[in-house]
T-cell receptor
Framework: DADVTQTPRNRITKTGKRIMLECSQTKGHDRMYWYRQDPGLGLQLIYYSFDVKDINKGEISDGYSVSRQAQAKFSLSLESAIPNQTALYFC???????????FGPGTRLTVL | QKEVEQDPGPLSVPEGAIVSLNCTYS??????FMWYRQYSRKGPELLMY????GNKEDGRFTAQVDKSSKYISLFIRDSQPSDSATYLCAMSEEDSSYKLIFGSGTRLLVRP
C-alpha cells in the first residue's frame, strides 16, 4: 500500500462550490504539507503542519484552509472554488529536519 | 527573478546518452539540495539528496552541488527510456529545512 494517499484523484467542480481534498499517511511522520503544481511554475506551498496543533500558512494560502484531524490526516479545503484554482494538488510528509519530503499521487482539480 | 531557476526543456536524447540537468539559485543560505523525479500523472519521488557542497553518486545518477557558483546538477549515465520524466530540483535552508523551494522542472525524453 502507498505510504501517502490522496482522495479524490480527480475532481471537476463549479465555481463557488466548497471542495475538500484529503490526505492520509502511514509513514508515521509528524510534518505534513499541501502543495499546488501549475505548468511552468513548479510546486508552491499552500499550508504546512508540524503536528495536530501547529498549522502554518505557506506562500499561497489565500482561498484555502486546512484541518489536521490526526497525525496521519491532513485535509485541504477550498471554501469557494474559482477557476484559477484549477491545478494539481499534492500532499507530502516529512519526518525530521533534513528536508526530505515524500509525496502522494496528487489530485487533479478542475474548477469550471 | 525566481529564487530557483530551471530550464523547462523539453530535453530529448537518444538512449544511452549522458544527460545533464541543472538548476541555479540565488539564496546563499540553501544547504539541502534535492532532485525529484516526476512521471506523468504521478507525485514527485525523491531521487537524490545532498547536504551542502560536493558530489553524490547512486548507480547511474550523480548529483553535484557548487555553492560558490550557486549551481546544482544531476547527471544520468546510460540513459534509458524509463528515465523519461520531469526532473525537479528543490532546496532549503538549514534552519527552515521544511520549506522546500522548487524549480519549475525539466522535462526529459529518452528516445529508444
Amino acid at each position: 500500500d502507498a505510504d501517502v494517499t490522496q482522495t479524490p484523484r480527480n475532481r471537476i467542480t463549479k465555481t463557488g462550490k466548497r471542495i475538500m481534498l484529503e490526505c492520509s499517511q502511514t509513514k508515521g511522520h509528524d510534518r505534513m504539507y499541501w502543495y499546488r503544481q501549475d505548468p511552468g511554475l513548479g510546486l508552491q506551498l499552500i499550508y504546512y503542519s508540524f503536528d495536530v496543533k501547529d498549522i502554518n500558512k505557506g506562500e499561497i494560502s489565500d482561498g484555502y484552509s486546512v484541518s489536521r484531524q490526526a497525525q496521519a490526516k491532513f485535509s485541504l479545503s477550498l471554501e469557494s472554488a474559482i477557476p484559477n484554482q484549477t491545478a494539481l494538488y499534492f500532499c507530502a510528509t516529512s519526518g525530521g529536519g533534513d528536508g526530505e519530503q515524500f509525496f502522494g499521487p496528487g489530485t487533479r482539480l478542475t474548477v469550471l | 527573478q525566481k529564487e530557483v531557476e530551471q530550464d523547462p526543456g523539453p530535453l530529448s536524447v537518444p538512449e544511452g546518452a549522458i544527460v545533464s540537468l541543472n538548476c541555479t539559485y540565488s539564496n546563499s543560505a540553501f544547504q539541502y539540495f534535492m532532485w525529484y523525479r516526476q512521471y506523468s500523472r504521478k507525485g514527485p519521488e525523491l531521487l537524490m539528496y545532498t547536504y551542502s557542497s560536493g558530489n553524490k553518486e547512486d548507480g547511474r545518477f550523480t548529483a553535484q552541488v557548487d555553492k560558490s557558483s550557486k549551481y546544482i546538477s544531476l547527471f544520468i549515465r546510460d540513459s534509458q527510456p524509463s528515465d523519461s520524466a520531469t526532473y525537479l530540483c528543490a532546496m532549503s535552508e538549514e534552519d527552515s529545512s521544511y520549506k522546500l523551494i522548487f524549480g519549475s522542472g525539466t522535462r526529459l525524453l529518452v528516445r529508444p
